[in-house]
């Protein structure tokens, strides 16, 4: 159980486009959703928390106006960059946690963004 | 807030030979503490977690940690690792209510034969 999927996995685009990353709950309904960043070499840093049903709370350092998120239902976040650049490749990671507080995260496989 | 170090970002250890992959924490609060396991190009998988009671804390694929609370650390153990062990493992800080993961840098495990 607890299995959350990103599609897509791989995702190559040119400079200005803007792209869609989708992040599903299939077994379990998903009131918070995560979003992670992974630079090369690097650890994973929070992008944003989401709500169902209410804006994404963005960390520190994080542009709104970039990373656009919606939590539109329980099963389904979504991450747009929107008009990607070569720095905004990355291996993006989406969690969920069912519940409230004190419920274990739940990582997905990742989407990696190329950007050339 | 709370931080976590891993202090080795590569660690070459041969076939059969046991591993320690280190992770210390900082937190001015009491905190969750997590392992996981990234293989090239994928997401993460939780390897074990320590939420209380027994400080020794096994988990999948042979793997287990132990949480010092004096020295801070939660230290990864495999007696005998295996090729399909080569992975980058991430050691994690949770506070209790699970909004928010800290992430070490990871550490490389790279298993030779």
């Known amino acids: 159980g607890a299995v959350v999927s990103q599609h897509p996995s791989w995702v190559i685009c040119k400079s200005g486009t803007s792209v869609k990353i989708e992040c599903r709950s299939l077994?379990?309904?998903?009131?918070?959703m995560f979003w992670y960043r992974q630079f090369p070499k690097q650890s994973l840093m929070l992008m944003a928390t989401?709500?169902?049903?209410?804006?994404?709370?963005?960390e520190q350092g994080v542009e709104k106006d970039k990373f656009l998120i919606n939590h539109a239902s329980l099963t389904l976040s979504t991450l747009t960059v929107t008009s990607a650049h070569p720095e905004d490749s990355s291996f993006y990671i989406c969690?969920?946690?069912?519940?409230?507080?004190?419920?274990?995260?739940?990582f997905g496989d990742g989407t990696r963004l190329s950007i050339l | 807030a709370q931080s976590v170090t891993q202090l080795d970002s590569q660690v070459p250890v041969f076939e059969e030979a046991p591993v320690e992959l280190r992770c210390n924490y900082s937190?001015?609060?009491?905190?969750?503490l997590f392992w996981y396991v990234q293989y090239p190009n994928q997401g993460l998988q939780l390897l074990l977690k320590?939420?209380?009671?027994?400080?020794l804390v096994k988990g999948i694929n042979g793997f287990e940690a132990e949480f010092n609370k004096s020295q801070t650390s939660f230290h990864l153990r495999k007696p005998s690792v295996h090729i399909s062990d080569t992975a980058e493992y991430f050691c994690?800080?949770?506070?209790?209510?699970?909004?928010?993961?800290?992430f070490g840098s990871g550490t490389k495990l790279n298993v030779k034969p």
């Open positions: 969690s969920a946690r069912a519940g409230g507080d004190n419920q274990p995260q739940h």
């Open positions: 077994d379990f309904q998903a009131t918070t």
């Open positions: 989401s709500n169902e049903g209410s804006k994404a709370t963005y």
């Open positions: 937190s001015s609060v009491s905190v969750y």
């Open positions: 320590y939420l209380s009671g027994s400080t």
């Open positions: 994690a800080v949770s506070e209790y209510n699970f909004n928010k993961f800290y």
